[in-house]
C-alpha cells in the first residue's frame, strides 16, 4: 500500500486527496473553499463519514493546517504516507517536467510568482504547510506548463519584437497540461484506437478554462498563455483581448494594476453577468435574464472559434472532449457549442447529452461528422502516478 498525498492549491481553494496510484480509488478526498474571505470551509470524505466544517482561514497555510487536522482527526492517518505530489501551475523555463522538491526548487518557484500571481503563492504555501508536517517524505512539484514544452516554435512564440521577447521570456507556456494529458490518453481508450492515430481537441472548462489541439498525443497548440489569463472566456477572468484595452482604460485613470485585477478578477462571466458558477449563469438564463444570456453566448461562441481553429491547425480532427466542471456538467454549454457546429457536420445526441455520469461517454449522433465526448479528467490520480514515477526514478 503505497498512499500519496495529492495538494492541488488553487488561488481560492485546495483540493487533496490521499490515493494510491495503482489501486486509483481515494482513501479520503477533500476540499477547501472560499479561502482568505470572512466563512471559509472544508469538507473531507472519508469512506462513508463526509464531515464539513466552517471557520475562517485566512491563507493557504492554515487551510493546510486545517486539512492536516482533519486526517488527525477523522482518518486515515498521513504516517503511511509515501510522498505528496504538489499541483504547481506555471513552470516557466525551469521546469519542463516534474521535479521533487527541494529549497532550490521553492526559490525559483517563488521568482516565477510574477507570472502566476493567483496561482503560485498557494502552491509554495502548500508545499510548505505540508512539508512541516510530513519533512521525511519526498514532495514532488507537477507542473501544468509540462504536457506543452512540446509545443512548436510557431504556437509558443508571440508576434512581438523578438529581441523583447527573448530578454524577457515572453511566451505561451499553456496550462491545466495534467488534465489535458490525462483526457487525451482516457479519450483514446475510449475511442479504442492508439493515441498516436488521433488528432484530438481537448476542452478542460472549469473555473480556469483552456483549451488544446493534440496531434498523436503531442500538444501542437493552446488557448492559455504566457499567465493563464489567455483563450477561453472563464469565471472571472475576459481570456482573449485586444491589448489595446490596456493602455486605453490607463488613459482613463486606471492603474495598471487595476486593469490586471479588473481582466482576472472582475470578468468573465462575474463581470458580465454577476455570477461565477455555471450552474448560477444557467438558472439565470431559464429564469429570462439578458445578460446571463449575452454571457453565455459569448461564453460558447468561444470555444466554437477555438474548435474552429484547432480543427484547421490540426488538418482534421477525430474527436472534441470536454472536461472539468463545466465540461463534465454543463449540458447547456455542450448543446449550445455542439449545435453551433452543426454546418460543419457535427450532429448531436441530445439525450446522451443530457446524461449525467461520471464515465467517459459520446454526446453525438453516430453519423455525425466529428465525435464529441464527455471525459472526467482526474488530475489528482495523473499526479499521483507522476509522483510516484518521479520517486522511484529519483
Ligand atoms: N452541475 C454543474 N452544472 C454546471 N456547471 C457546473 C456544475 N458543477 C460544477 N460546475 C462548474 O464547474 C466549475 C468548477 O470547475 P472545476 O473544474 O472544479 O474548476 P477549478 O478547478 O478551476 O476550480 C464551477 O465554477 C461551475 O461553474
Ligand atoms: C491555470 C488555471 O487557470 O488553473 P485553475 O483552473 O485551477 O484556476
Ligand atoms: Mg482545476
Known amino acids: 500500500m503505497a498512499s500519496i498525498l495529492l495538494l492541488n492549491c488553487g488561488s481560492s481553494s485546495i483540493k487533496y486527496q490521499l490515493l494510491d496510484?495503482?489501486?486509483?480509488?481515494?482513501?479520503?478526498?477533500?476540499?477547501?473553499?472560499?479561502?482568505?474571505?470572512?466563512?471559509?470551509?472544508?469538507?473531507?470524505e472519508v469512506g462513508d463519514q463526509e464531515l464539513h466544517d466552517e471557520r475562517r482561514f485566512?491563507?493557504?497555510?492554515?487551510?493546510?493546517?486545517?486539512?492536516?487536522?482533519?486526517?488527525?482527526?477523522?482518518?486515515?492517518?498521513?504516517?503511511?504516507?509515501?510522498?505528496?505530489?504538489?499541483?504547481?501551475?506555471?513552470?516557466?523555463?525551469e521546469f519542463v517536467e516534474s521535479v521533487e522538491i527541494t529549497d532550490a526548487v521553492v526559490a525559483k518557484l517563488h521568482e516565477l510568482i510574477p507570472l502566476a500571481p493567483l496561482h503560485n503563492p498557494p502552491a509554495i504555501a502548500g508545499i510548505e504547510g505540508a512539508k512541516a508536517v510530513l519533512?521525511?517524505?519526498?514532495?514532488?512539484?507537477?507542473?501544468?506548463?509540462?504536457?506543452?514544452?512540446?509545443?512548436?516554435?510557431?504556437a509558443y512564440t508571440y508576434a512581438i519584437d523578438r529581441e523583447v521577447g527573448r530578454k524577457h521570456g515572453i511566451r505561451r507556456y499553456g496550462f491545466h497540461g495534467t488534465s489535458h494529458q490525462f483526457v487525451?490518453?482516457?479519450?483514446?481508450?475510449?475511442?479504442?484506437?492508439?493515441?498516436?492515430?488521433?488528432?484530438?481537441?481537448?476542452?478542460?472548462?472549469?473555473?480556469?478554462a483552456s483549451m488544446s489541439a493534440i496531434d498523436g498525443g503531442v500538444a501542437i497548440d493552446t488557448s492559455m498563455g504566457l499567465t493563464?489569463?489567455?483563450?477561453?472566456?472563464?469565471?472571472t477572468r475576459s481570456g482573449d483581448i485586444d491589448p489595446g484595452v490596456h493602455q486605453f482604460l490607463v488613459g482613463k485613470g486606471m492603474t495598471i494594476?487595476?486593469?490586471?485585477t479588473l481582466l482576472n478578477k472582475q470578468s468573465g462571466l462575474l463581470g458580465m453577468a454577476d455570477k461565477t458558477d455555471m450552474r448560477d449563469i444557467v438558472a439565470a438564463v431559464e429564469a429570462g435574464d439578458h445578460d446571463a444570456e449575452l454571457a453565455l453566448k459569448i461564453y460558447t461562441r468561444r470555444i466554437?472559434?477555438?474548435?474552429?481553429?484547432?480543427?484547421?491547425?490540426?488538418?482534421?480532427?477525430?474527436?472534441?472532449?470536454?472536461?472539468?466542471?463545466?465540461?463534465?456538467?454543463a449540458a447547456e454549454v455542450r448543446r449550445r457549442v455542439v449545435e453551433s457546429l452543426s454546418g460543419l457536420g457535427f450532429e448531436l445526441d441530445p439525450?446522451?447529452?443530457?446524461?449525467?455520469?461520471?464515465?467517459?461517454?459520446?454526446?453525438?449522433?453516430?453519423?455525425?461528422?466529428?465525435?464529441v465526448l464527455v471525459v472526467p479528467t482526474n488530475e489528482e490520480l495523473a499526479m499521483a502516478r507522476e509522483t510516484m514515477r518521479v520517486i522511484s526514478e529519483g
Not at 200 to 205: D, E, P, S, T
Not at 304 to 323: M, N, Q, S
Not at 364 to 369: D, H, I, L, N, V
Open 21 to 44: 496510484p495503482e489501486v486509483g480509488v481515494p482513501e479520503a478526498v477533500g476540499i477547501v473553499q472560499r479561502i482568505g474571505q470572512d466563512v471559509s470551509t472544508i469538507d473531507h
Open 135 to 154: 519533512p521525511d517524505v519526498p514532495h514532488v512539484a507537477i507542473f501544468d506548463t509540462a504536457f506543452f514544452s512540446s509545443l512548436p516554435e510557431e
Open 257 to 260: 494594476q487595476e486593469v490586471d
Open 304 to 329: 466554437v472559434k477555438y474548435i474552429g481553429a484547432y480543427a484547421a491547425i490540426l488538418g482534421g480532427v477525430d474527436a472534441v472532449v470536454f472536461t472539468a466542471g463545466v465540461g463534465e456538467n
Open 351 to 371: 439525450e446522451a447529452n443530457a446524461v449525467r455520469s461520471k464515465v467517459a461517454r459520446e454526446i453525438t449522433a453516430p453519423t455525425s461528422r466529428v465525435k
Open 228 to 235: 493563464p489569463l489567455e483563450g477561453l472566456v472563464m469565471g
Open 184 to 208: 487525451s490518453q482516457e479519450a483514446a481508450k475510449f475511442l479504442g484506437r492508439p493515441l498516436e492515430d488521433l488528432k484530438l481537441i481537448v476542452a478542460h472548462i472549469g473555473n480556469g
Open 58 to 93: 485566512a491563507d493557504h497555510t492554515e487551510a493546510v493546517a486545517a486539512v492536516v487536522k482533519m486526517f488527525d482527526e477523522h482518518g486515515p492517518s498521513l504516517d503511511k504516507v509515501v510522498a505528496v505530489g504538489h499541483r504547481t501551475v506555471h513552470g516557466g523555463d
